[in-house]
């Protein structure tokens, strides 16, 4: 399958509703492990115009099921693999060796402004993506070499996203593979999810190194979701921005957000990203109806803006 449709403006993120609730709302954590209230908040959405879902486990894709069955019209599901998707290592999902992966890139194969920023300062302020053992043993050579698919295990995985239309695959797993120069997995990975009849698009959190790489390659996926907004982005937010505009893919930017001074202006940092950096949908998490019904409406407006500003200059 392809791409025969826009992407959507916006895409309510699962995050709040599955292992990473803690992330948000610590006053609300209790009602996120409540599947009513997971329903409530996706409602909102769909009320204030939103129609995609990013869908990660069991604990958002049945709410997910029910609210289709609900609104009785056609959702937009991405599904969200990006934990124990099916690459091994030494028998093992290949994130459970992120302390040796890690130290291993920052020693070998990061370019040495980027290994220098990750080791000083990123591992120890952004500890969920960055953090790692500095005596971690690196991996060898042959560790790397034998680094694996096991299709069944994804296929497994995948199973789960039976209602979705697209596969927003990779994650953690496709920013080490690609650094560890194994693109040929990853390049698996998207076969693997065409040929079970979804759309595959890529999404990583070392954006400015990996979008480049999987285009060189020519991994065949339909888009990208990077961390992007008008503040930051990992490594550098100008060299995403250099990165996203040089593929003629959609690109949706998540943690569009994720800023203090950003929520205060929710308008203009929607309109920075559709209009500045060009990409097509937002990605983001909310705790609250309230926000998931408010930020649907200015993404839509922002791109619609956005939209004509182009069709101006045209």
């Not at 990013?54 to 709410?63: A, G, I, K, M, V």
């Not at 998707?85 to 070998?108: A, C, E, P, W």
């Not at 339909?222 to 930051?232: Q, S, T």
Request: contains cysteine; hydrophobic residues 45%.
């Amino acid at each position: 399958m392809t791409i025969t449709e826009r992407l959507p403006a916006s895409i309510l993120g699962g995050d709040p509703f599955n292992q990473f609730r803690f992330l948000y709302r610590r006053e609300l954590l209790w009602k996120l492990f409540d599947e009513e209230y997971a329903l409530l908040v996706m409602k909102a959405y769909y009320d204030a115009g939103g129609r995609a879902y990013d869908l990660s486990f069991e604990e958002n894709t049945r709410p997910f099921r029910r609210l289709m069955e609900w609104v009785d019209e056609p959702l937009i599901g991405f599904g969200n693999p990006s934990w124990e998707q099916g690459v091994f290592l030494n028998g093992r999902y290949l994130q459970y060796s992120r302390d040796r992966i890690l130290r291993t890139l920052v020693d070998r194969f990061f370019p040495r402004p980027v290994a220098r920023l990750v080791d000083e300062k990123l591992s120890k302020e952004d500890v969920l993506v960055f953090g790692y053992d500095r005596n971690a043993k690196p991996l060898t050579d042959e560790e790397i070499a034998a680094i694996s698919l096991n299709e069944e295990a994804f296929d497994r995985r995948l199973s789960i996203f039976r209602d979705c239309r697209y596969i927003l695959l990779g994650g953690s797993d496709a920013d080490w593979l690609v650094s560890l120069g194994r693109l040929d997995l990853v390049a698996a990975m998207a076969t693997r999810v065409r040929q079970k009849g979804w759309i595959p698009l890529l999404l990583c959190q070392y954006a400015s190194l990996v979008v480049p790489a999987v285009e060189a390659y020519g991994v065949d996926v339909e888009g990208y979701a990077v961390p992007l907004n008008r503040e930051w982005s990992w490594f550098d937010r100008d060299a995403c921005l250099e990165a996203i505009r040089s593929v003629k893919k959609p690109v949706i930017a998540f943690m569009p957000l994720a800023s203090g001074s950003l929520r205060h202006d929710v308008r203009g940092a929607l309109d920075w990203l559709f209009c500045e950096a060009g990409v097509e949908s937002i990605l983001f998490g909310t705790a609250t109806p309230e926000h998931a019904a408010h930020t649907a409406q200015v993404a839509q407006a922002a791109r619609d803006a956005a939209d004509r500003l182009r069709q101006q200059i045209r």
